[in-house]
């Protein structure tokens, strides 16, 4: 029996572009859907439908405001500068790898110039070349929520059929820039969540799209989605040989709420449509159910005649997912229920919580993995996976959050369980390993990091980085590769 982590297990963390960067409109970088998102204090945390809100009017005010304090992803934690000194204290933890993305909008300003600008590529060729040179694996997202907003205007983002051949070339770019610096490629963040925040997925805006077809709207930009994810597999395998190409799914485990049988049935429905995404990336066709819910529910897909063709040569390599929690499902109305991942489930009596509402739940990721493997039976690395809290900073400045330790000590243990069962799983990227925005809620006060930063919802602070209790925890879990977690 295997005992333990691979001996080249891949520890680290994870970081999006939109999230940490900041130098918005710094040396030709042009507005992302990221840059339009901002921060409402007034809104309830677990109001995620209400932080995820955009309009047409609401991005024309956006564009017209150049004041960047109400729009946190625009300032991030200031990584754009100061990426040598974060780099410097993941290689201090022992880091092997560290998830990044490229932000489309620093290489091809609007999406659709016709050359890359300079600057933003060598940024990035600058920060892969710091990782290879301090031993740290770069795993890069080519699309981590940060479309270039003119293409989300010009076209309602990936709606339009032509939006895949602008990304594709995008991709093609960074693909020939850093063929000797990036091994590990994922497509799309988190692809199944444009059903649950389509604008800061795909571009989509909700009342461009016509009146009664918002739902088939979605599922063709998707579909445009799995056609340009299988077309750069195909180039990334031809450009860089020995590369890797991922999917990357939200693992939304769900259970039913009780064991009747309607609270099994429409979890059973819930996961199927949760595994949707990966199943047409890894599968290379979509599932036969899916497609008789699009009967039933008269949505049309508009297929190019080889699309199909195209999806089932090029299948991805190797499966990548964020776990953070899990949820109940029930058939019952009126249950109580809490917030999660970008999304609402029932609340579960078993399980604690986070201080926004997410639900603790370390033996739900060894189910995870398990279901994945077996589904799939493709090489897994979890690419997020982590707890946002309330931070306190003591008077000698240091940060004792046990709670946080103990959040990943539980989910590492079960993770070394699943290993131990067979599950082929090569990483580990916790989210995130530094304070930074939060996707859905914008704010800097839920901290993910072993690294504290000094900066908090409104854009003040010193910028400064300190070490958690947590950081120097997960230094010796990844010197003793996993062994070590007392």
């Not at 800061?200 to 340009?228: M, N, S, W």
């Not at 009780?258 to 066709?285: H, M």
């Not at 067979?422 to 580990?428: A, D, K, M, S």
Request: negative net charge; aromatic residues 12%; charged residues 25%.
């Amino acid at each position: 029996m295997t005992k333990g982590f691979p001996k080249n297990f891949l520890w680290g963390g994870a970081l999006a572009a939109n999230q940490v960067e900041g130098a918005w409109n710094e040396d030709g970088k042009g507005m992302s859907v990221a840059d339009v998102a901002i921060y409402k204090s007034n809104l309830k945390l677990d109001d995620y439908e209400g932080h995820v809100a955009i309009s047409s009017e609401m991005i024309e005010k956006a564009m017209a405001d150049q004041d960047d304090k109400k729009y946190p992803k625009r300032i991030g934690i200031d990584f754009y500068h100061r990426y040598k000194e974060d780099l410097a204290l993941f290689a201090e933890m022992g880091f092997k790898a560290l998830r990044v993305s490229i932000a489309w909008t620093r290489i091809f300003p609007t999406g659709e110039e016709e050359e890359p600008n300079e600057l933003g590529l060598q940024f990035y060729e600058n920060l892969f070349s710091e990782m290879r040179r301090l031993g740290i694996e770069p795993i890069v997202t080519l699309s981590h929520y940060e479309m270039p907003l003119a293409l989300s205007l010009k076209y309602n983002g990936w709606v339009e059929r032509n939006v895949i051949d602008k990304f594709v070339k995008f991709c093609n770019v960074c693909f020939y820039r850093y063929k000797d610096l990036v091994k590990y490629w994922l497509t799309f963040n988190e692809i199944d969540s444009i059903t649950r925040h389509p604008f800061t997925t795909a571009g989509i805006i909700p009342d461009r799209c016509a009146e009664g077809k918002e739902e088939e709207t979605i599922y063709q930009a998707l579909h445009h989605q799995f056609v340009a994810s299988a077309l750069v597999t195909a180039s990334c395998h031809r450009i860089i040989p020995g590369s890797q190409v991922g999917c990357m799914l939200t693992k939304l485990t769900t259970y039913p709420n009780t064991c009747d049988p309607k609270d099994v049935e429409v979890t059973l429905k819930k996961n199927l449509l949760n595994y949707f995404p990966a199943d047409v990336q890894v599968f290379g066709e979509y599932p036969v159910l899916i497609e008789k819910m699009f009967e039933r529910k008269n949505i049309h897909i508009k297929m190019e005649p080889g699309d199909r063709e195209i999806l089932k040569k090029y299948p991805v390599d190797f499966v990548s997912f964020s776990y953070y929690m899990s949820l109940t499902e029930s058939a019952k109305e009126g249950l109580e229920k809490t917030s999660g991942n970008t999304i609402m489930g029932i609340k579960n009596p078993y399980l604690p919580s986070t201080d926004w509402g997410w639900q603790i739940d370390p033996i739900g990721l060894k189910i995870s993995l398990i279901e994945l493997y077996d589904r799939y039976r493709k090489p897994l690395i979890i690419v997020e996976n982590g707890m946002g809290a309330i931070d306190h900073v003591e008077s000698d400045g240091t940060i004792h959050d046990n709670y946080r330790i103990n959040y990943f000590r539980e989910h590492i243990k079960q993770m070394k369980a699943a290993v131990e069962e067979g599950v082929e799983l090569f990483g580990y990227t916790s989210w995130a390993p530094i304070d930074l925005v939060s996707a859905g809620t914008s704010q800097m006060s839920k901290r993910y990091g072993f690294i504290y930063v000094d900066q908090d919802d409104e854009g003040n602070g010193t910028l400064a980085r300190s070490r958690k209790d947590s950081f120097y925890w997960y230094k010796k879990v990844i010197e003793s590769n996993g062994e070590e977690l007392e």
